[in-house]
């Protein structure tokens, strides 16, 4: 569940009060560190600890997409962009199609938020509320209202701040017009910001690495999927073709990465059952 | 070796093209490895996962793919050496060998192997693979050729890497890899016998080893479901 407007506003009324009795006392604000912490910060102090986990570059975005359609109440698709030295666009991690061809046609077109933002010397957030009227973007505008989108954020990635060899984007897209709020904008900045910090730690980020760890990825996934769908084939009587229809359909119903349900039936395979 | 050789087989690697997906750019890779260095009667390019290999990119010819098989097959030999020390490995004369890899090397002097060179299939620190050059009989590798054999590894990731871009997501997930079946049959197997996927593995192993057969034609057989699963609870 994403946190409500409710939710946020709670947060920010907790963290202020915090300082605001700090500058009353004269004092340095404190931590209180036995204070039950809001949904919102909650999600907050989870990604962190995961993203200081993540080694590669991969992970550290992936982790921020997913934290993003997770916290970003107004997200319907969530991609990143990166751009290398030599000026060129990249869509580094896998995350929705849709998302995916959107940032293409960005790349196509030669205009749209990720490409501002991704600019080292560009504004920090792009955003269109109604991408139909957007006079930003005169063309990718009403192109990506054809596809069904109402608005979209783009936050700027900057993972060498000193010398920016590679930037990026978070890029939020709504199928509502004015689908993103400043709830949303306020969010996305954090987690632009917590991407960033993270990226900064991960090794030398570059396009050949984050190929080459999809590479990698894509093979550690092939024994899993293998055996989940040997899996369903003993249980259901299925075909090999059917059992990975039978994955397919049930990661896009339960709204799942394939590998990680194909994981979840692999490592489970005793007691879980598909609907 | 001199720039030209050398811009030769950055040259041929690159311009190796297909039309029909992964294994026939692992084959067609692999002849440039058999044509290019001396004495090369075959070579393959593996995938590895951790310390288990995954799939059979290609092979120059059915010989070299049956020695993968057999090193899949028995789990254990220069190649999963390799792939432990991130590095070459060089076996010049396999009966020398026989101490390290016994049930492996058995195997492949029984298909007609006496040398084999293994070399890492990297993209900077990461390990993809290995490819195996494989000779019938025994001998060095001479240094030139060592050097040269490291480089084609080198550019063979690069072209796969590069291959693996130019598929779309969809592709890479349906990817109906080489060893896909064994995965297969031990999902089924641990699903059928109530077991885990890792014993379900080894015991397709250890029928296959017992049976001399390749763990991939057990698991055909498993898939097809005419192996009775009785035969495999010893």
Known sequence: MPPSDEDWNLDRTRFTADAEKAIASGQAPTRDHGAPLGPLAQQFATLTY???????????????VEAASRVVPGADLVSVTLRSRDGKFHTPVETDRVATELDQLQYDLGEGPCLDVADPAGPAVATAPDLAASTSWPRFGPAAADRGLGAVLSTALLPEIQSPRLSGALNIYSHRQHGIDQTDHAIALLLATHASLALAHTEAVDIATLQAEQLRRAIDSRDVIGQAKGILMARRGLTADEAFDLLRRSSQHLNVKLVELAETIAGRHDELELP | MDGQRQDRLIEQVLECRTTSGRAELGHALSLVCVRALPDVDGAALVFYSGSRAQE???????????????QYTVGEGPGFAAVAAHGPVLVPDLSFDEVRWPVFAGAARGAGLAAAFFFPLRIGAMLLGTLGLYRRRPGVLPAEF????????????????????????????????????????????????????????????????????????VAGDVLARRLPLDQLTD
């Open chain 2, 56 to 70: 059979l990119v290609g092979a120059s010819d059915p010989w070299a793919a049956g020695i993968e098989e057999a």
């Open chain 1, 50 to 64: 995961s993203l200081l986990d993540a080694t590669t570059t991969g992970e550290v975005l992936e982790q921020v």
């Open chain 2, 146 to 217: 060592v050097f040269e054999a490291a480089l084609l590894a080198d550019l063979i990731s690069h072209k796969l890497l590069l291959q693996n871009e130019e598929m779309a997501s969809e592709e890479r997930i349906w990817l109906e890899t080489s060893y896909q079946d064994v995965n297969m049959a031990t999902g089924m197997l641990a699903a059928l016998m109530r077991i885990s996927l890792e014993d379900a593995f080894l015991r397709l192993r250890a029928h296959a080893f017992a049976r001399g057969r390749s763990v991939v034609d």
